[in-house]
């Protein structure tokens, strides 16, 4: 599929121009350009601290970008635009003798558009029991806790920062058929980072590659594979060279 820069008069679901963040010598975002569509499964991906999750993070306004302009949905990252955003960070924190059920209400006491319904269902389907004690799950069961809460949010717009991590091959599986599922039946955008890239590659309609903290090639999916073959194929030649001098973004 190929997207127009304006789709029924909407613009893009995350636009990104020249965004920079340092932390102190060192640079996570380095002129970061990108414009994802609306409807899209976009996924970023790029070698470990190629700067995904700041990326991700400045969206969700956690991270205020040193230099650059950034759009999520229309608006500037902030709580605001949260409302309509479902951000699964790369890290989870929990309160000490929380259950299952316990996330479950906290969720839909603070999350705007949160369906306690589709929640209950996602749990099941990942296997998860309402009684569970949160601290005492394994990192696979933790993670399918995060990602079920978010995506029960009934939002335009999902940013899940490595949801694979640490969960075994037929729950990514199951996750992979729900997202479908979620995408078949109503218009959402997700963003999603991986390093799982051969596993995901079937339901990526678009792709953004980032390599020191830029954005060294963004584009349909369909078209990316068209013109240069499979996405790990792409991901080894654009980063098999990991010292190589990066002469600037290919960005389509
Ligand atoms: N809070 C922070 N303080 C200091 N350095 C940071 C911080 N956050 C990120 N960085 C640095 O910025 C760079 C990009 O990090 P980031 O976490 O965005 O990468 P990533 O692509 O998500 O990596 P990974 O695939 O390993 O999760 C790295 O060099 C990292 O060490």
């Not at 965004?19 to 010598?25: E, I, Q």
């Not at 640079?27 to 409807?39: E, M, N, S």
């Not at 899209?40 to 470990?48: E, F, K, R, T």
Request: proline letters at 4%; one cysteine or more.
């Amino acid at each position: 599929m190929t997207w127009e820069p304006e789709q029924n008069g909407a613009c893009y679901a995350v636009t990104a121009q020249d965004l920079s963040k340092r932390y102190g010598r060192r640079t996570a975002l380095d002129r970061f350009t990108v414009h994802i569509p609306f409807g899209c499964i976009a996924g970023v991906l790029g070698p470990n601290g190629s700067g995904k999750s700041t990326f991700f993070r400045t969206l969700a306004g956690l991270v205020r970008p040193d230099a650059g302009e950034v759009r999520v949905l229309g608006e500037t990252p902030g709580w605001q635009a949260m409302r309509r955003i479902a951000y699964l960070p790369d890290r989870a924190r929990w309160y000490a003798g929380h259950r299952v059920e316990d996330a479950l209400r906290w969720a839909a006491r603070l999350w705007p558009g949160f369906a306690r319904d589709v929640a209950e269902e996602l749990l099941v389907r990942m296997d998860l029991e309402p009684a569970m004690d949160v601290s005492g799950m394994s990192r696979g069961e933790e993670a399918r806790l995060m990602l079920a809460l978010c995506l029960a949010r009934q939002v335009p717009l999902y940013i899940l920062d490595e949801p694979f991590t640490g969960i075994d091959i037929l729950s990514r599986e199951r996750i992979l058929s729900a997202l479908i599922e979620m995408a078949s039946r109503r218009e959402m955008t997700v963003l999603l980072s991986t390093h799982e890239i051969g596993e995901v590659e079937g339901v990526l309609d678009y792709a953004v590659f980032v390599r020191g903290g830029r954005v060294v090639l963004a584009g349909a999916a369909e078209d990316i594979r068209a013109d240069q073959g499979s996405m790990v194929d792409v991901y080894r030649r654009l980063f098999a060279e990991r010292g190589r001098r990066h002469d600037g973004p290919d960005v389509r």
